[in-house]
Structures are given as C-alpha cells and as structure tokens.
C-alpha cells in the first residue's frame, strides 16, 4: 500500500516523499530578485519531497504584482542559484513555477506603464499588489487590458523558452508551467477571458493552442521529465469562467498525455477556497478527468491541491487516487510540516497578516518542532 511518506520518481526527478510545497506568492523579493531571506525560507523547507517556488514572472510584461520574482535579469537568476545551491545542499528537490500574469497586471507594473496583455481586452474583476511610494503593501484593481496580437504571441512562446532554459541553468530540478488560478494561459483556456475570432479563440482545440505551443516549447528546450503544469478545471480565481470546464480540461489533459511530463497538478475546487466549489451545473468529476488522462496514455504523476490535512492526504495516495499532495498555508507555519505529518504533531497556524511583503516575521520565523519542545 503506497503511504505519504513513500519516495517517488515523477519524471527525471527523485523525491523522498510525496509531499509537496505548493506556490506560495509572499512578495519578499524587491526588484524582482531573490534575496538571502528567500534563500533561508526554501532552505527551512527542504525536507518537502519537491519544493515548487512562488509564482515567478517569466519575463517583465509576465510581471504582475510588486515585489515577486523573476527569471528575466541575470541578478534575478544569480540569487535564483543561492535558492537551488541551499535546496539541494540540504537534501531537497525544487523546481520553479513559470508565471505571465497576463491580464492581472496593473500598468504601474508593465513596461512603460501600458496595459497589461490577454487573449482579449476583457478586464478582471480581480485585484493585485503593489507598493505605495511610502513602502506600505496595497491591493488595487487589476488594469484593463489589450489583447495580444496574433504577431506577438511567438515572441512570448519564446519567452517561456529561454525563461525554462534559464530556469534549468541556475539549478532548478525542473519547471512548472503556471496555467492555472485565470493567468494567461487560463485566459486562452476558459471562455469567460477569451472571446477571440482567430486560430487562438472560440472552439476548445482553438483555446488550448496557445497551453500546447508553450508546453511545446519548453519540452523541447528542457526535456519533458522536467516539466510539471498546474492546472485549476473550476476555479473562480481572478474572475475565471468557463461553463464547460470537463470538456475544456479533458481536452487539456488528452493533450498533455502525449507529452512525458513529470507531472500533473491539479487545483481542486476554488484556490484556496471549498473543494466542492462548481462552475456550472454539474460538480467537476476529478476521477474521470484522471481516467481520462490514463486512456489517453498519460503516465506523469498526478499531484493535488487545495485544503487537504493529514488524513486526508494519507488516504487519498493509499487509495490511488493521487500520487502527490501539495500542501500550502501549512507549509507557510510549518518549516519541517514533513515532520510534523509524520509523527502527527500539532501545526503552527499561519498568520493571514503576514503572507503578502514584509520581511523576515511570518515568513522565515515561524519555530520547527525541536525549537518549540519544551
Ligand atoms: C500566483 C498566485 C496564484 O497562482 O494564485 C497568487 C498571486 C497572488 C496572491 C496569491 C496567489
């Protein structure tokens, strides 16, 4: 019987359990480049199975909060391999969540303060993060944005190319494409953000080119036992709307199956929210989405998401329902939550207050289990 705690080799990567660190957005890296303090919080969580970073921009228009991190500058990418030097000198695997925000972007944050781009010129009901000119943190509603011209689109599948190459040179175990949580790739994907009339609009297989053309590309650049995707089916995350989102997302997964991905990730239900969250009619049937994936040939490992505890992680990998779970807000509170899960001791509960900016408090000061044993 498979446990939690089982090493797993998902693609060309080794793990020494199946618990993963899912992206956590923290907004500590100013100038979009990692610091020391990122590199002593990846670091205390080593001991995850796979740490996968914070949504990270891949290029400065992909950029669409303040104070997250890039793959664009050498900088950025030098304090990126003090992050993997440290993750592997103690023992773990990481890889980087490779992030265009698209539309949820505000022009205060995009080149030349223009409007963020998106499949269509469609504005998000949704907000993002800056910083006022005093320092202060502020969430602030997204900018309208324009929609990419069939010209540039290319030029930003060449982005996530040289992005996962760069990604791979400063010692990542691998990438995860974000096409989850309505960023870009989910502004193609879902009807709501795409209301299109060329090859990259209206029907489904339409939709979902742009997703191939990437995960193509960086296959390509970097093998496909190194790259992992994220995908959320029903999310309403930054105003995402599909009504048909089986059929979009078993499209999806048919399509990935070609590929020998290191894995699958899945967001089930609303991001951070109830796992039963339903767009539609009917609730979103993750089984028959795997199976779906399985009959199409897939073989990548299935990791999933969202509000999972002990207990039901520990059952749903024995039952073969999954074969990674990637645990969030626990991780935040819980440097050593592998541990902790383990031999079933109490967790830190995360302090809300300090998940977005600041520095070292709710980020890197949270006690291991040792520290706090009287
Ligand atoms: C990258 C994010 C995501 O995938 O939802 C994110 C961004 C800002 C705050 C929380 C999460």
Same mark, same amino acid.
């Given at each position: 019987?498979?446990?939690?705690?089982?090493?797993?080799?998902?693609?060309?990567?080794?793990?020494?359990?199946?618990?993963?660190?899912?992206?956590?957005?923290?907004?500590?890296?100013?100038?979009?480049?990692?610091?020391?303090?990122?590199?002593?919080? !990846?670091?205390?969580?080593?001991?995850?199975?796979?740490? &996968?970073?914070?949504?990270?921009?891949?290029?400065?228009?992909?950029?669409?909060?303040? #104070? =997250?991190?890039?793959?664009?500058?050498?900088?950025?990418?030098?304090? /990126?391999?003090?992050?993997?030097?440290?993750?592997?000198?103690?023992?773990?695997? &990481? =890889? =980087?969540?490779? /992030?265009?925000?698209?539309?949820?972007?505000?022009?205060?944050?995009?080149?030349?303060?223009?409007?963020?781009?998106?499949?269509?010129? &469609?504005?998000?009901?949704?907000?993002?993060?800056?910083?006022?000119? #005093? %320092?202060?943190?502020?969430?602030?509603?997204?900018?309208?944005?324009?929609?990419?011209?069939?010209?540039?689109?290319?030029?930003?599948?060449?982005?996530?190319?040289?992005?996962?190459?760069?990604?791979?040179?400063?010692?990542?175990?691998?990438?995860?494409?974000?096409?989850?949580?309505?960023? +870009?790739?989910?502004? @193609?994907?879902?009807?709501?953000?795409?209301?299109?009339?060329?090859? !990259?609009?209206?029907?489904?297989?339409?939709?979902?080119? @742009?997703? @191939?053309? *990437?995960? #193509?590309?960086? $296959?390509?650049?970097?093998?496909?036992?190194?790259? %992992?995707?994220?995908?959320?089916?029903?999310?309403?995350?930054? #105003?995402?709307?599909?009504?048909?989102?089986?059929?979009?997302?078993?499209? *999806? *997964?048919?399509?990935?199956?070609? !590929?020998?991905?290191?894995?699958?990730?899945?967001?089930?239900?609303? $991001?951070?929210?109830?796992?039963?969250?339903?767009?539609?009619?009917?609730?979103?049937?993750?089984?028959? +989405?795997?199976?779906?994936?399985?009959?199409?040939?897939?073989?990548?490992? /299935?990791?999933?998401?969202?509000?999972?505890?002990?207990?039901?992680?520990?059952?749903?990998?024995?039952?073969?329902? $999954?074969? +990674?779970?990637?645990?969030?807000?626990? @991780?935040?509170?819980?440097?050593?939550?592998?541990?902790?899960?383990?031999?079933?001791?109490?967790?830190? $509960?995360?302090?809300?207050?300090?998940?977005?900016?600041? %520095?070292?408090? %709710? !980020?890197?000061?949270?006690?291991?289990?040792?520290?706090? *044993?009287?």
């Amino acid at each position: 019987m498979t446990s939690l705690f089982d090493p797993i080799k998902i693609g060309d990567i080794e793990l020494a359990n199946r618990i993963v660190m899912a992206p956590l957005t923290r907004n500590r890296s100013p100038g979009a480049v990692p610091n020391t303090l990122n590199v002593t919080y !990846y670091e205390q969580r080593a001991s995850a199975g796979l740490l &996968i970073t914070e949504a990270t921009a891949i290029t400065h228009q992909g950029q669409g909060y303040a #104070d =997250v991190p890039g793959l664009y500058t050498q900088e950025a990418l030098d304090g /990126w391999k003090q992050v993997t030097n440290a993750v592997h000198k103690a023992g773990g695997k &990481i =890889v =980087v969540q490779m /992030w265009h925000v698209g539309r949820i972007s505000h022009t205060s944050l995009q080149p030349n303060g223009g409007k963020p781009v998106s499949a269509s010129a &469609i504005q998000a009901k949704s907000k993002t993060y800056l910083i006022n000119a #005093d %320092g202060t943190g502020t969430f602030a509603e997204t900018s309208e944005p324009r929609a990419l011209e069939l010209s540039e689109i290319p030029g930003i599948i060449e982005d996530y190319r040289k992005a996962a190459r760069a990604a791979i040179d400063a010692g990542f175990d691998g990438v995860e494409i974000h096409a989850a949580n309505g960023y +870009l790739i989910d502004q @193609f994907l879902r009807s709501g953000s795409n209301v299109r009339t060329d090859e !990259y609009g209206g029907p489904i297989e339409n939709r979902a080119r @742009f997703l @191939f053309q *990437v995960v #193509d590309a960086i $296959t390509r650049e970097i093998g496909e036992g190194r790259t %992992g995707i994220r995908i959320s089916p029903v999310t309403p995350a930054n #105003d995402s709307s599909d009504p048909d989102a089986q059929a979009l997302f078993t499209y *999806v *997964v048919e399509g990935l199956a070609k !590929y020998k991905l290191s894995y699958i990730h899945i967001i089930e239900g609303a $991001t951070g929210g109830p796992r039963d969250f339903q767009q539609g009619d009917t609730p979103f049937d993750y089984k028959a +989405l795997r199976q779906a994936y399985e009959k199409a040939g897939g073989k990548a490992a /299935w990791m999933t998401n969202n509000g999972y505890d002990r207990d039901l992680a520990i059952e749903t990998v024995r039952d073969g329902k $999954t074969d +990674l779970v990637a645990f969030g807000k626990p @991780f935040i509170s819980n440097p050593d939550l592998v541990e902790r899960l383990k031999d079933n001791a109490p967790l830190n $509960t995360p302090d809300q207050a300090t998940f977005y900016g600041g %520095g070292a408090k %709710g !980020y890197t000061d949270y006690p291991a289990l040792e520290q706090q *044993v009287a």
